[in-house]
Each structure stands twice: as structure tokens, then as C-alpha cells.
């Protein structure tokens, strides 16, 4: 069984998403322990790229600021090994297709598993090219993470059979980014996905307030955040990984209720 | 496999996205050998679009470079003044079939922009134009003419607010509003159906190639050259041509400042095999996959990557692909007004400036066709600039 199933083992999840290396890797490195002591399930790392079209303003910010500050894929890969040093949640790479296949899908998915990373999530892979990866991640043991949109319709079963690790249940139309209110009608699509998939579902995009947090994780098996804790690292810089901690905390504490 | 160029192209999108390529696929499918859709698309094109479009002798050229008999290929007399419409008004047409209301687009020098803008207008469509801030600036009557015309046009100001960037708008514009709305792709490029059916709208242009050289000279000629950015007028003028194996085919890439500089377009020259905006192909890139920030004072040529099918023909070696500095695509822009009383645009005088050099090296039994892909009204000031000139539209 996939070590990302030990996230969802002690009730509902709250993901939390950061950037590496925005501002540094120092930062990024406190926030993802923050998050840890606060309770945080699984946390899912950022690798910056240049262009991140499924990214609204706020993360394509930090995705900038973490390549002018000098973040590279090696760079990440050290910023893992380093917080494998004593960080047991799982954890898992949020990129895009270039970076994978730049480095060499081999070489990437095998420092994967040897930095301790257990799976990643590439919005710009659906499953009609998912073999393009798939074979070395399962050569490695790393999931391969698929997502879930509100205009799969037809295609939710055959994407959620073939599901490993956790399924990502992308709240509503667009890009990622701080939303007023989700509408989709998401009780229905979690339906559909658990007649189907063997592994739990979680939902992001658009998601920053505890009640929202709450709801998404009532309707599924947890809740992802990443724009509210970029935002709140973009405005605190260095001294964020405090106020990311007191942010994670009543984010998990609205997932448990 | 369907979408693919070799190893070429594919779906590379958020699953947000899948169904509305599907259904794109599946409409085109339907429409694309549809007697009803083929009347109405002629009729746009030809009476008004103004096609077919001229394939004229440059006698002058010829005699003053000495070598092959060259035949400009005149898209630029095309209305809105570049092959773009060909595109534009297939996909509107298509996207008004499967009841969609608005278009969305990017444009990098405006020449899609405003002919997707024009296609709005006259079918009645909604229409978003997205165009990097930085050649909103250096492209201003552009935006005024896609205003003119009824479009809306979003200044993109993200990453370098250049081409590439007006894609990646556009597409996070399309995930947020697919129902109504169709993504009126301008080049080769992107997701699997858009490099087939940009290709297959644009497919005219060699199509009528073909029979007014037969017409003329009775033959093939013996190399066709266009340049290439995304590549849509280059896989227009090569694609009837693929089979012919006597028939050379050239793209001219834009090198800007040079293929040994950093500020450089020339994706075959310089590039190497990636995954970005939707599909495989070459891509100007750093050793971490970061696409490159690229350059050339054509902005139409202003992108880092090309489309799948040219980087097909360039790995089958069916076509061969030349990078034409700055320099020499000005010269050539200016050579040709002076020559021929024709002023191509700036990304066409890249396919000019090769002419230059090849013309002279073959047999005066040879026949070159050079696709003059669009009009060089636009580029006047940003040349004379060039030269040092400093003139307002």
C-alpha cells in the first residue's frame, strides 16, 4: 500500500501547498514544519516553473520569486533529503510535465523515491497521456496523482479506477486561486469517484477559509490549500512560517470538526 | 496515434480541458468533409477573405539574384493582410456549429488578434483578445483596429507580457469558460486537434500553389520557404508538398540577435524536445526545463516553441529549417519594397532573406515559391526605429 494512505488514517485530511523556494529554501523549509506540528496530513511541494498555466496570479507569483531567487529541481531534491531528516508525513511534488521531462522522467522519479517523496501531481498530465510517466513511477513505487475536474463527467470512473495514491478533486472551473464560494456540485462527482476508485479524494482549488475547509473535507476525505498559504508567505517573507502554522492549525481543526 | 507527429504533440492539459477538445475533435470530425460547411467556408474565403490568393512572378528579384525563378506567394493581399483569416474564419465557423458564442485568442504582433476580431464581427461572436502588455505597447494600432472591430483585448502582464505568455492567458481563460466559449488557436500549436486543424484550414495556401504553378510553368517548384514561428503559414504552404519529394521545403526560423546569443527565437537551432502549452515538441529552454525568455524583432516569430508537425518534418529531415538573424530579415524586408514595390512583413522578410541566399546558387531552371505570409504596414515604424529613425504611427 502507498505511504500517502497513512494521510487519510486519522480522519479527514488538510493538504497544505507550498512553493519551494519562495522567498528561499530556508523558509519553505520552517513553513513545511510549521505545518507538520500544526497537523497538516500530507504535504504537497511546489517545484517552480516558468510558465504554470493552471495557476492563477497568486502561485504564478511565487512560482517567479522562488526562480529569481535561484530554485532549481536540484535545489528542491536537497530542500527533501534535508526535511526527510526528521518530517514523517508523506509528501508529494505539485509541477509541471517540463520539469519531469527536462531532468529525465528516470532520474526525477528515481530521486523521488530515494529523497523520500511519495508521489506528484502534474496538472498538465491527464490520463489520456499519463504513460508518458506512469511506467517509471511504478518501477520506482512513486504515485502518479490524478485529478479529478467539474467537466470530467464522462470520464470520472475510467480516470478514478486507474487512481493511485489519493485523487485530486479540483473544486470548480479555472485556475488556482482564492474563491468567494464554490457551486460545482461536488457531493455528486465524490459519488461517481467512489463507486469507481480504491484510493481516498481530496478537494483544492479556491479554498481559504476554515468553513470552506470544512465543508470540501465533509464532502470528500480532506482539503487542499495553497493560494491563502502563498499569500500569506508573499506578505510575511522570512517571518511567514509562524503565521503559517496558526493559519494550518485552525485549517485542520476545521477539517476534524 | 491520433494527435501525434512521431513523437510529436499529444494532450498536455489540465483534465479540466479534455472534454472540450474532445468535443472540438469530434465536431471537426463531423464538419471537416461536410458539403454544407465546405460551400459556407469557400464562400468566406473567396469572396470575402479575397482567396484564392495571388502567386506572382517576381521578374525583378529573379533577374537581380541571378539564379532560380522565384514566385512570391501573395497571402499578404488577403483581407485583414496576413493568412491568419484562413485559420480564423475555419475555426469560427466550426465553433459557431457547435453553438459556442464567444472566441477567445492570443495574438503576439496582432495579426491574429485582429483577424479573429474581424471573424467576431462578421458572425456575430463575442470576442477576447489576449496580447502580451509589452507588444500592446509596440503594437498599439493593432489594438486600437481589434477594439475598432468590437473585440475586447486583455493586456497580459505575467512572465516577459510577450506571446507565450498570452497563451498561457488564453488557456487559463478557456478552463474558467468552456461552455460558451471556443479557443480560437492561431498557429500550429497546442493541444491535439488544434496543430491538425489550424494545418488543415491553412492547407489552402499549398493547395493553390500547387495549381497556379501547374497552371504557369506546368511543374512543381522546386523549393517552397516560409517562415516559421509557431509554423501556421509554413505547414500551409508545405503540407500538399510533403509527398512531393522533389520539392525542397524550407522554414526560416528567427534568430534575433544571432543563435550563439541569448536573444534568439530559433527553436530548431536552439531548442530541445520538451512539454509545454499542451504539447511535445521543441522548445527553447533552460537545463531545468524553465522556458526560455526568447527574442526577435518580429513578434510574430516571438515564441519559444514549434508547432509538433515541424518538428516532425525536421526529425524525418522532409524539411529543413534556417534561423535569419534581425539584420538579415530587415534587409531583406527593405530589399523586397525596393525591388518589387512589395513590403512584406517582418516575420515573412525572414523567408525573403533565405531566398537571397539560396536564389543565387541554383539553376536558372529552378523555380523557388516564397509565401509572403502577411503585410509589412505594421512593421514600418518599429524598422525605421530600427534604422535609427524615430517615427509614430
Known amino acids: 500500500m502507498s505511504n500517502i494512505a497513512k494521510a487519510f488514517e486519522k480522519g479527514k485530511a488538510f493538504i497544505p501547498f507550498l512553493t519551494c523556494g519562495d522567498p528561499d529554501m530556508e523558509t519553505t523549509a520552517a513553513c513545511v514544519r510549521e505545518c507538520v506540528k500544526n497537523g497538516a496530513s500530507l504535504i504537497e511541494l511546489g517545484i517552480p516553473f516558468s ?69 506528484i501531481i502534474l496538472p498538465d498530465l491527464p490520463y489520456e497521456e499519463k504513460g508518458e510517466f506512469s511506467p517509471v513511477c511504478e518501477k520506482y513505487g512513486v504515485d502518479l496523482i490524478s485529478l479529478i475536474a467539474p467537466t470530467s463527467e464522462n470520464r470520472i ?11 485530486y478533486l479540483v473544486s470548480s472551473l479555472g485556475v488556482t486561486g482564492v474563491r468567494q464560494k464554490i457551486t460545482t456540485d461536488l457531493a455528486s462527482i465524490v459519488k461517481v469517484i467512489r463507486e469507481s476508485a480504491s484510493v481516498p479524494c481530496a478537494i483544492g482549488f479556491g479554498i481559504s477559509t476554515p468553513e470552506q475547509a470544512h465543508s470540501m473535507a465533509s464532502l470528500s476525505d480532506g482539503a487542499i490549500v495553497g ?28 477539517v476534524k470538526r | 496515434m491520433a494527435g501525434r507527429f512521431g ?30 460547411f465546405n460551400r459556407e467556408l469557400t464562400y468566406l474565403f473567396n469572396e470575402y477573405a479575397g482567396r484564392p490568393s495571388r502567386l506572382y512572378y517576381a521578374e525583378k528579384m529573379t533577374r537581380d539574384l541571378g539564379g532560380a525563378k522565384i514566385y512570391l506567394k501573395r497571402e499578404d493581399l488577403n483581407h485583414t493582410g496576413a493568412h491568419k483569416i484562413n485559420n480564423v474564419l475555419g475555426q469560427a465557423l466550426l465553433a459557431k456549429k457547435m453553438g459556442k458564442t464567444r472566441l477567445i485568442a492570443e495574438t503576439g504582433a496582432g495579426q491574429h488578434g485582429v483577424a479573429t476580431a ?6 456575430g461572436m463575442e470576442c477576447v483578445v489576449f496580447m502580451g502588455e509589452e507588444d500592446t505597447k509596440r503594437q498599439a494600432l493593432n489594438v486600437y483596429r481589434m477594439k475598432l472591430l468590437g473585440s475586447d483585448v486583455v493586456p497580459v502582464t505575467t512572465g516577459t507580457a510577450t506571446l507565450k505568455d498570452a497563451v498561457s492567458e488564453a488557456m487559463r481563460e478557456w478552463t474558467s469558460r468552456i461552455a460558451d466559449t471556443h479557443y480560437c488557436l492561431g498557429s500550429v500549436m497546442g493541444p491535439h486537434p488544434f496543430p491538425t486543424i489550424v494545418r488543415d484550414f491553412q492547407a489552402v495556401i499549398s493547395r493553390e500553389i500547387k495549381e497556379q504553378l501547374l497552371e504557369k510553368e506546368g511543374r512543381l517548384p522546386d523549393a517552397v520557404l516560409a517562415c516559421v514561428g509557431g509554423g501556421s503559414n509554413a505547414i500551409g504552404s508545405f503540407y500538399h508538398f510533403i509527398g512531393d519529394p ?30 509545454f502549452h499542451g504539447m511535445k515538441s521543441y522548445f527553447c529552454q533552460d537545463e531545468f526545463g524553465q522556458i526560455a525568455p526568447v527574442y526577435s524583432i518580429s513578434a510574430g516569430l516571438d515564441y519559444p516553441g514549434i508547432g509538433p508537425e515541424h518538428a516532425w518534418l525536421h526529425d524525418t529531415g522532409r524539411a529543413k529549417y534556417v534561423a535569419i538573424t534581425d539584420d538579415e530579415a530587415v534587409e531583406a524586408f527593405e530589399y523586397l519594397a ?17 531566398a537571397r541566399k539560396l536564389a543565387p546558387t541554383m539553376d536558372k531552371s529552378k523555380i523557388i515559391v516564397i509565401t509572403i505570409s502577411g503585410r509589412g504596414d505594421k512593421d514600418c515604424a518599429a524598422i525605421a526605429r530600427y534604422r535609427g529613425q524615430e517615427i509614430y504611427e
Open chain 1, 51 to 119: 510558465d504554470p498555466t493552471a495557476e492563477g496570479p497568486v502561485i504564478q507569483g511565487a512560482n517567479l520569486r522562488a526562480l529569481k531567487g535561484g530554485a532549481t529541481t536540484d535545489k528542491v531534491f536537497d530542500l527533501v533529503r534535508e526535511l526527510r531528516r526528521d518530517v514523517e508525513v508523506p509528501m508529494v511534488f505539485m509541477t509541471y510535465s517540463n520539469v519531469v521531462f527536462s531532468y529525465g522522467a528516470e532520474r526525477f522519479i528515481s530521486a523521488c523515491r530515494d529523497t523520500g517523496i511519495d508521489g
Open chain 1, 157 to 167: 470512473s475510467m480516470i478514478a479506477r486507474e487512481a493511485q495514491g489519493f485523487i
Open chain 1, 227 to 254: 493560494s491563502a498559504i502563498v499569500k500569506i508567505i508573499a506578505k510575511y517573507g522570512p517571518e511567514a512560517p509562524k503565521y503559517v502554522g496558526e493559519y494550518v492549525k485552525s485549517m485542520v481543526e476545521a
Open chain 2, 7 to 36: 513523437i510529436h504533440g499529444g494532450q498536455y492539459i489540465p483534465e479540466t480541458l479534455m472534454n472540450a477538445v474532445i468535443e472540438l475533435e469530434e465536431a471537426y470530425n463531423r464538419f471537416k468533409d461536410d458539403p454544407e
Open chain 2, 118 to 123: 474581424t471573424a467576431a464581427a462578421l458572425l
Open chain 2, 246 to 275: 522533389s520539392v525542397e521545403l524550407i522554414g526560416c526560423e528567427a534568430a534575433g540577435r544571432g543563435v550563439d546569443t541569448l536573444e534568439t527565437a530559433a527553436t530548431i537551432a536552439t531548442g530541445k524536445l520538451g512539454i
Open chain 2, 338 to 354: 525596393r525591388t518589387e514595390g512589395i513590403i512584406p512583413a517582418i516575420e515573412s522578410a525572414h523567408a525573403v532573406a533565405y
